[in-house]
């Protein structure tokens, strides 16, 4: 019997478009529900708006309000928290979100498996859209857009894409869980990992610079949610250690050693 680790191999031929399932339905959600809620009436639009968007007014007194009661009571209040993130603005607002989220949900998706996956996605939107609320208390200004949940999944991605065998080692070639590195992704070892702290430098440094402001990179100027993102980012990079489970070796030891599937076991 042989004690040599068997280490998955790649593929001679790998498919041009593997995403993850999981991922992909997401994108689906979000182009189709964009889909369906453009076409119809204005007024339906604002219908949905009011009862699924984010408002932070919902959750914080309204001083030039105070006898404003929000539609959906109670139960809306949670599921705004969720809702908001398959609403969006334009084609264009629901597509660069998908495009983000293919590039930066895959390699999380493949290391943590579905599951794990859909509580950190929501968990990262639910607490960009806190923070979102705690930086504009009684605004009645509605908030729509995954870019909460995506920036989480930035966050998240930084804490292994640079482990192993390179920046990208998280983002293509095999199919499925071990195409993930199986470096334990703390988070002592993030932050003190150069190229991470210039990937979350530059990202919140691109926030603050086109966030406050609105203007993009076209020159046309937008509302940006940029509290929101920042609060997923955070939400992605702190908390994705609770999330990324990792192989024991023979000796029954922590899987920090690599790539290979050393029990025999496969990641749940």
Request: glycine letters at 14%.
């Amino acid at each position: 019997m042989s004690l040599v680790p068997e280490v998955p191999v790649r593929p001679a031929n790998p498919p041009a478009f593997n995403a993850p399932a999981v991922v992909l339905a997401i994108i689906v959600a979000i182009l189709g529900i964009y889909g369906i809620v453009s076409a119809l009436p204005e007024a339906r639009q604002d219908e949905i708006i009011v009862l699924f968007a984010l408002f932070p007014g919902r959750f914080t007194a309204v001083p030039a309000h105070p006898d404003l009661i929000f539609p959906g009571g109670r139960a809306a209040d949670v599921w705004t928290l969720f809702s908001y993130t398959f609403l969006h603005g334009s084609w264009t607002h629901a597509i660069v979100n998908s495009i983000w989220l293919l590039a930066f949900g895959s390699p999380v998706a493949r290391r943590i498996g579905a599951v794990r996956f859909l509580l950190l996605y929501f968990l990262c939107g639910v607490l960009g859209a806190l923070t979102h609320v705690a930086f504009n208390a009684g605004s009645l200004v509605p908030v729509v857009g995954a870019s909460a949940a995506i920036s989480g999944m930035m966050g998240a991605a930084a804490r292994f894409v640079f482990l192993a065998d390179g920046p990208l080692g998280g983002l293509g070639g095999m199919v499925g869980p071990s195409s993930a590195p199986r470096a334990q992704a703390s988070i002592g070892r993030a932050l003190t990992d150069r190229r991470v702290l210039i990937f979350v430098g530059v990202w919140i440094g691109f926030n603050f610079l086109f966030g406050p402001t609105g203007l993009t990179v076209t020159g046309e100027q937008v509302n940006v949610a940029w509290e929101a993102h920042l609060g997923g980012f955070l939400a992605g990079l702190l908390l994705f250690g609770f999330f990324d489970p990792y192989r024991t070796s023979p000796s029954g030891g922590p899987g920090n050693v690599g790539y290979g599937e050393w029990s025999g076991r496969k990641l749940p």
